[in-house]
């Protein structure tokens, strides 16, 4: 880069002018932030309060979500379309979220649907994704068995190498 090229990059007013909108658009990042912790604190009040969320909260939240990634798109240069107030208001990409499902307490734990959570990495699954499934009580319980029936028996395989006389599960003798 040559002395005439920064010259002419330094008196460039489109940079400065850039300048000034990325002043403007950080201290409305800032705001941006400020609702956003407000619609967070309300949305955990009202479902705390109500037992579900709000659904006006959740389009409110999504649309400052969309405005704060435009911003910042804007900001590190990924775009030049400058947000909200000279363009348009984000919408929210989901018009209906009456199928978000609100979170409920189950044996002080918080789960969703846990049938629709299970259809769903059934289909997850056959795409070949890795989904967790939430269990219920009774399965934790009987995994934990299993678990400690083979760690049982992995012991049990060690020490009869051992001593040369094993225990099966029960805990007698296999001598016979």
């Given at each position: 880069?040559?002395?005439?090229?920064?010259?002419?990059?330094?008196?460039?007013?489109?940079?400065?002018?850039?300048?000034?909108?990325?002043?403007?658009?950080?201290?409305?990042?800032?705001?941006?932030?400020?609702?956003?912790?407000?619609?967070?604190?309300?949305?955990?009040?009202?479902?705390?309060?109500?037992?579900?969320?709000?659904?006006?909260?959740?389009?409110?939240g999504d649309?400052?979500?969309?405005?704060?990634?435009?911003?910042?798109?804007?900001?590190?240069?990924?775009?030049?379309?400058?947000?909200?107030?000279?363009?348009?208001?984000?919408?929210?990409?989901?018009?209906?979220?009456?199928?978000?499902?609100?979170?409920?307490?189950?044996?002080?734990?918080?789960?969703?649907?846990?049938?629709?959570?299970?259809?769903?990495?059934?289909?997850?699954?056959?795409?070949?994704?890795?989904?967790?499934?939430?269990?219920?009580?009774?399965?934790?319980?009987?995994?934990?068995?299993?678990?400690?029936?083979?760690?049982?028996?992995?012991?049990?395989?060690?020490?009869?190498?051992k001593s040369?006389a094993g225990?099966?599960?029960?805990?007698?003798?296999?001598?016979?």
């Amino acid at each position: 880069m040559d002395n005439e090229e920064l010259k002419k990059n330094i008196s460039s007013g489109n940079q400065w002018m850039r300048l000034l909108y990325m002043v403007l658009f950080l201290i409305l990042l800032e705001i941006a932030g400020v609702v956003m912790l407000a619609v967070v604190v309300l949305q955990f009040l009202f479902a705390l309060f109500t037992g579900s969320a709000n659904d006006n909260l959740r389009r409110l939240g999504d649309q400052v979500a969309s405005y704060v990634y435009q911003t910042l798109q804007f900001l590190i240069y990924n775009s030049e379309e400058k947000p909200f107030p000279f363009s348009e208001w984000p919408e929210s990409e989901v018009e209906d979220l009456s199928g978000y499902e609100s979170a409920e307490e189950v044996e002080g734990e918080v789960v969703a649907d846990a049938e629709a959570s299970k259809n769903e990495s059934k289909e997850a699954k056959g795409a070949g994704a890795y989904v967790p499934v939430e269990l219920d009580a009774e399965e934790v319980e009987k995994a934990a068995e299993d678990v400690e029936k083979e760690s049982d028996t992995a012991k049990g395989s060690k020490s009869s190498g051992k001593s040369g006389a094993g225990k099966d599960e029960s805990g007698e003798s296999d001598k016979g």
